[in-house]
């Protein structure tokens, strides 16, 4: 079992998807950088205007990288499936991968269009978080609420048995692996839009908002974590909103 793994890691589709990851990281950081040069200066410098001032490309660039850092490590689970389904085909992976993908790119179109907007109305300043104690406070409640909702926990339940989703929808159709990935990327979007909203409450570019909303939604989706997490983080966050409302209006 052990050198299944190893071997099933050192392939090659694994070792780009990894690569991917660490690239996604590499380039938020990247534009965070203070001290950097060259690229990296100009990187940081495009994050450090605001958000009209950036343009829409950047700020679709933004969120697409922010999906791809924080969303494909979630997925590490049901790849594991999907490869010892698949026997380890690199086709397969990688198609599910592209259909994933789309899923999150389009959220990154809708995510970097409202930006904008808020950037526009003046509810958030330039490094993506809000200026709004309304704002802040009402999606903090949004965002607890929906961790008790029916959607919520439906999705949450097919991300945690990625074989039944498989077999559910496998077949040896031309481009199947592609429907699965747009399939399980809608499921992953509705368990996990909520919390990725709140990046306008704690930055846009923010590293350490970002890092922990990833061990949060990576622990949704791990069968020994879920309960843990999906509930208990509503009623933090629903109190973390209420405080905030309170403070702005009494």
């Known amino acids: 079992?052990?050198?299944?793994?190893?071997?099933?890691?050192?392939?090659?589709?694994?070792?780009?998807?990894?690569?991917?990851i660490i690239a996604a990281w590499a380039a938020l950081m990247a534009m965070q950088g203070a001290q950097a040069d060259g690229l990296f200066?100009?990187?940081?410098?495009?994050?450090r205007v605001d958000g009209a001032g950036a343009g829409y490309r950047v700020i679709f660039a933004m969120w697409a990288l922010m999906a791809a850092a924080m969303m494909a490590p979630t997925l590490m689970p049901a790849l594991a499936v999907l490869d010892d389904l698949s026997r380890g085909r690199a086709r397969i992976f990688i198609e599910f991968c592209a259909g994933y993908g789309a899923i999150w790119l389009g959220f990154a179109a809708v995510a970097a269009a409202l930006q904008l907007a808020l950037?526009?109305?003046g509810w958030i300043g330039a490094d993506g978080a809000s200026l709004s104690p309304l704002l802040t406070g009402g999606l903090l409640i949004v965002a607890g609420g929906y961790q008790f909702s029916n959607l919520k926990a439906g999705c949450v339940s097919k991300c945690l048995s990625p074989m039944a989703f498989f077999m559910s929808h496998w077949s040896d159709?031309?481009?199947?692996?592609?429907?699965?990935?747009?399939?399980?990327?809608?499921?992953c979007l509705g368990c996990c839009w909520a919390l990725m909203a709140l990046a306008f409450v704690g930055g846009t570019m923010n590293l350490i908002w970002m890092g922990l909303a990833t061990v949060l939604?990576?622990?949704?989706?791990l069968p020994r974590m879920s309960r843990m997490v999906v509930r208990p983080l509503g009623v933090v966050l629903i109190a973390a909103g209420l405080g905030v409302l309170s403070t702005a209006f009494f």
Do not use: Y
């Open 41 to 47: 200066a100009r990187l940081a410098a495009i994050c």
């Open 119 to 121: 950037s526009a109305s």
């Open 173 to 187: 159709a031309s481009w199947n692996a592609t429907a699965m990935g747009l399939r399980l990327g809608a499921i």
């Open 217 to 221: 939604m990576v622990s949704e989706k």
């Open 1 to 20: 079992m052990i050198a299944f793994a190893r071997a099933r890691l050192a392939a090659v589709h694994w070792l780009v998807f990894f690569a991917a």
